[in-house]
């Protein structure tokens, strides 16, 4: 079916600049119509066309049309400017390898969750049709927020720029060819939110029709398209993971034996694309205290420990497997290909940075912003501070804080860290008297003749703002992949009507069972009360007490509370969980 229909419609001539008779203007694509835009991809097509089932004349008006719509719109754009799918056509074929993903992977799913057998037939169809106009414009608002597109006439001049939400490129008279550029500092994930302005332009009215006709599937196809993860649902999980599929596959994760290899991407090119993506989404703030990095001219400043462990989580997160766990074989792999600014025979500098009243000791690597970024309009903002070499660059120091953490006897016994699986245990104080892992920072202050008398007798200081961050980070991002569970039994994130609720001690033990380098799960914990983003109970403790109840049974946890939901939950809030309450009478 697919092949007669392209037969049947053949592409419009060229522009007389791609016959050579005129100049084509640089960095420029020619509009060209649906039908050659989708004719490279029509194995991807018949490929929807068996995953969906339905008869020849509903694939052409619910499927087909939506699918030509949508090439007019994007055209050849790129998906990214130096990220997945960063080509010519890369939007459009990253959106049609996301939704042969979807479509397959709903084969495995029962919708809607939870139906009688007479239900899920009923329904079958507008579902499937919720996860592939959901996979669609899932990135449709890219080419309007991100994008900026220059339009061109026959000869090549300028006649303006391309106003998506007015009509499609060639909707303008005269419009021949197209050059793209990115726009500068734009807000990561604004096209979520402004797909759905735009669902319009490519969905036919009759199929809006048809998905608001199940409630139910309307809603989780609303919160997919805008990204809110929490009314997404299992729609929102389905397109999430074809999309990082997709992504992945991109950029070079898990090629196929038969890949050519020129198609594997080296590992060192993988590191680079991750700290590019973590840099421009801010998932590793700079130039500010307390972030992983800072630029200083024409270099890049990043706290070692940190931003491998980012680089490492982010590309298995995005289905890489392979990727060294070991932080020195990281390094060895960015110094060998010159990615790293060496000092002298080592990737590590000790340095100072210093800000508007701070300033930290910090181990970092060094990274030419080149090498990163080959366009320098796409360089990161310069730091306003310093970055310094220390003095004794090269000799390890230990930095003594007395006031890291109160003592143990200033918590309250139900106050302090345990270990909910055994809560008979006593706890035992610990003491770490190693110096701080790569990357932590060491605040300066002036040390009183008395210390040093006392020196023996002091604590190390332990705190980090990093360890913090990247736990945080870690929570968010599991619960935005949902490879952390939450709100279902044995979870330890539980959304609930006062807020969100991180079990205690589990979830920090989880943390540590993944990150070797941690000694305990103590010590994340402490670290985290002391952000001071939890609410204490009305005695003054830390940890809550909710009871869980279910399938007549109940049991009681003890967890912290934090009251924003949206600390954890980037995308969208979550349902409180009904089977979580708080208990009235707490000790």
Not at 105 to 129: C, F, I, M, N, S
Not at 173 to 202: C, Q
Not at 378 to 397: I, K, L, R
Request: contains cysteine.
């Amino acid at each position: 079916m697919m092949l007669n229909f392209f037969q049947k419609h053949k592409p419009p001539p060229a522009p007389a600049a791609l016959l050579g008779e005129c100049p084509v203007p640089p960095h420029s694509y020619p509009v060209l119509s649906s039908n050659a835009l989708l004719a490279p991809h029509s194995a991807a097509i018949n490929r929807i066309e068996e995953l969906v089932g339905v008869p020849a004349a509903y694939f052409q008006q619910f499927y087909l049309r939506p699918l030509h719509h949508y090439a007019r719109f994007v055209q050849q754009l790129p998906a990214s400017e130096a990220h997945h799918h960063a080509h010519a056509g890369g939007l459009l074929e990253h959106a049609l390898e996301v939704i042969v993903t979807a479509l397959s992977l709903r084969q495995g799913y029962l919708l809607p969750p939870g139906a009688a057998v007479e239900t899920l037939v009923h329904l079958k169809d507008v579902w499937t049709y919720a996860v592939f106009t959901a996979a669609l414009c899932h990135d449709l608002a890219k080419p309007a927020v991100d994008q900026k597109v220059s339009l061109f006439d026959a000869l090549g001049q300028p006649i303006g720029t391309w106003d998506p939400w007015a009509g499609d490129i060639d909707s303008q008279p005269d419009v021949h060819w197209y050059g793209v550029e990115f726009v500068r500092n734009r807000t990561y994930r604004l096209h979520e939110k402004a797909s759905m302005l735009l669902v319009h332009r490519i969905i036919p009215t009759t199929g809006l029709t048809w998905l608001a006709s199940d409630r139910q599937a309307f809603s989780a196809w609303c919160g997919c398209v805008c990204g809110d993860a929490g009314q997404a649902d299992v729609l929102g999980e389905i397109v999430s993971l074809a999309d990082r599929q997709s992504v992945g596959q991109s950029l070079g994760a898990d090629p196929s034996p038969k890949a050519a290899k020129s198609q594997v991407v080296p590992l060192h090119e993988k590191l680079v694309i991750a700290l590019r993506q973590l840099v421009d989404e801010n998932t590793l703030p700079l130039n500010r205290n307390g972030a992983a990095g800072w630029r200083s001219g024409n270099k890049l400043w990043l706290v070692s420990k940190r931003a491998v462990d980012s680089m490492r989580l982010y590309l298995n997160q995005s289905g890489h497997s392979g990727i060294p766990t070991e932080n020195q074989r990281l390094f060895d792999v960015l110094q060998e290909h010159t990615i790293l600014e060496p000092n002298q025979d080592r990737a590590i500098w000790r340095m100072t940075v210093q800000g508007d009243g701070w300033s930290h000791d910090f181990t970092l690597i060094c990274i030419p912003l080149i090498k990163v970024w080959q366009n320098p309009d796409a360089w990161p903002e310069e730091f306003t501070g310093s970055v310094s070499a220390q003095p004794n660059d090269g000799e390890a120091t230990i930095t003594y804080n007395l006031n890291a953490f109160p003592d143990d006897g200033d918590l309250a016994p139900s106050d302090r860290p345990f270990d909910l699986d055994n809560p008979n245990q006593q706890d035992k104080p610990r003491v770490n008297a190693a110096p701080a892992s790569d990357g932590e920072a060491s605040p300066k202050r002036k040390e009183k003749p008395a210390d040093k008398a006392n020196l023996a007798t002091q604590k190390p200081e332990v705190s980090s703002n990093h360890t913090t961050d990247e736990f945080l980070a870690w929570v968010v991002a599991g619960l935005a992949d949902r490879s952390l569970d939450y709100n279902n039994p044995g979870a330890r994130v539980h959304v609930v009507r006062e807020g969100v609720l991180l079990v205690s001690p589990g979830i920090f033990k989880d943390y540590v069972k993944l990150h070797k380098d941690i000694d305990s799960w103590e010590t994340v914990q402490k670290k985290f009360l002391k952000l001071a983003l939890h609410e204490r109970t009305e005695g003054g403790l830390n940890v809550h007490q909710y009871r869980v109840s279910g399938n007549n049974n109940s049991a009681k946890i003890m967890a912290l509370l934090l009251k924003d939901v949206r600390l954890l939950f980037k995308a969208g809030t979550p349902s409180p969980n009904p089977h979580v309450v708080k208990l009235v009478a707490e000790p």
